[in-house]
């Protein structure tokens, strides 16, 4: 089974080297986009500009990577950014009513694992398909988050939490820091361990990984418990950064979160994925935004631009998996006719 052995084939088996090299392709796009950008306004291009679109990419990263093993396991999650609020504004009232601020960050990463979990129990066991259970969690958290918070603005964090989100290490804004080296941690965790495997195995073929032995319902639950845990890390960054939060925070994240993911390579229908690639979509992600600020595009257009590079994305994966019936047609055609060509030339005279 390590070696790739369950029935999904190459599709289950391991991670897979071209989604990798997919990623570095990605890379020399952001590298190509960053060349134009600077032409166009030379200001994109200052070492200032480029630690600000990191720092604006680190929550969408730690989340986009919780994102990646949920997608991976042929699920999904809509309710991320209502989940954010919940936890952002629950912990923000108990740290403001005297907390001790380490203890309602334990708090943060509690109520996000027992989220996760919910949601995992809804989908694995209760048989809830994903889309309809994060649909679902998304509306009644975000209710949650403004019964709680009436509407209100919270601010006024401790220093010792506004330098999560506003410190620097050796010239280093700590919310790079922190979404970097999860981001290691959990490329460690999907691409060399059993739960990685297990979650790509789920995700490339259900029924052939239980036949294979893999606790599939256990795995979609952890899949959720851990997209939780990121949710609450990215919402701490996030709240620690501007030193607030309210009801309304995170509002459509989910949208750049999944985004992130599927540009980045991960199968919108599970079995492969790519915590490098995922990487490199929230930051491509994150100075195309910049760019359109600097060069000064109304607000709406970027919705507009951020909508349509979604779209292109999941083209894209949809043509790279041969799912559009008239390319798959084509290629079976090209396949069959270089075979028949293949067989014509050794065939004895």
Not at 53 to 79: E, H, K, N, R
Not at 160 to 170: D, M, R, V
Request: proline share 3%; hydrophobic share 55%; aromatic share 8%.
């Amino acid at each position: 089974m390590a070696n790739g052995g369950f029935a999904g084939g190459n599709t289950a088996g391991h991670a897979d080297r071209r989604w990798v090299f997919e990623g570095l392709g990605l890379t020399i796009v952001i590298v190509v986009l960053a060349i134009a950008f600077t032409a166009i306004n030379p200001r994109f291009a200052s070492l200032t500009n480029f630690v600000n679109i990191l720092t604006q990419a680190s929550f969408i990263i730690v989340m986009a990577v919780g994102m990646t093993f949920v997608i991976t396991s042929a699920g999904i999650d809509l309710s991320v950014g209502s989940a954010a609020a919940l936890i952002t504004v629950v912990a923000f009232d108990l740290i403001k009513g005297g907390m001790n601020p380490a203890l309602g960050v334990l708090v943060m990463f509690g109520l996000g694992a027992f989220l996760g979990g919910l949601t995992g129990v809804l989908i694995a066991v209760v048989k809830i398909p994903p889309f309809i259970a994060t649909l679902g969690m998304m509306a009644a958290l975000r209710g949650l988050a403004l019964v709680h918070s009436a509407g209100e603005m919270h601010f006024g964090l401790p220093t010792s939490l506004t330098w999560i989100g506003q410190g620097s290490i050796a010239g280093i804004p700590v919310p790079v820091i922190i979404s970097l080296l999860f981001a290691a941690l959990a490329a460690r965790l999907f691409n060399h361990s059993r739960f990685g495997l297990h979650v790509r195995a789920v995700g490339g073929n259900r029924e052939a990984a239980r036949l294979a032995g893999v606790p599939v319902n256990r795995v979609e639950v952890m899949v959720y418990v851990l997209m939780g845990l990121f949710t609450a890390l990215g919402g701490l960054i996030m709240m620690a950064r501007i030193d607030s939060t309210q009801a309304t925070i995170g509002t459509a994240m989910e949208i750049h979160v999944i985004s992130a993911v599927i540009i980045g390579g991960t199968s919108l229908f599970g079995g492969r994925g790519s915590i490098y690639g995922t990487v490199m979509g929230a930051l491509l992600l994150s100075m195309m935004t910049n760019a359109l600020v600097i060069a000064g595009v109304d607000f709406f257009w970027q919705l507009v631009a951020m909508g349509s590079i979604v779209l292109i994305a999941v083209a894209i994966s949809n043509l790279r998996e041969r799912r559009v019936p008239v390319l798959a047609f084509l290629l079976r055609r090209e396949s069959a006719g270089s075979a028949a060509n293949h067989q014509g030339r050794n065939s004895p005279c």
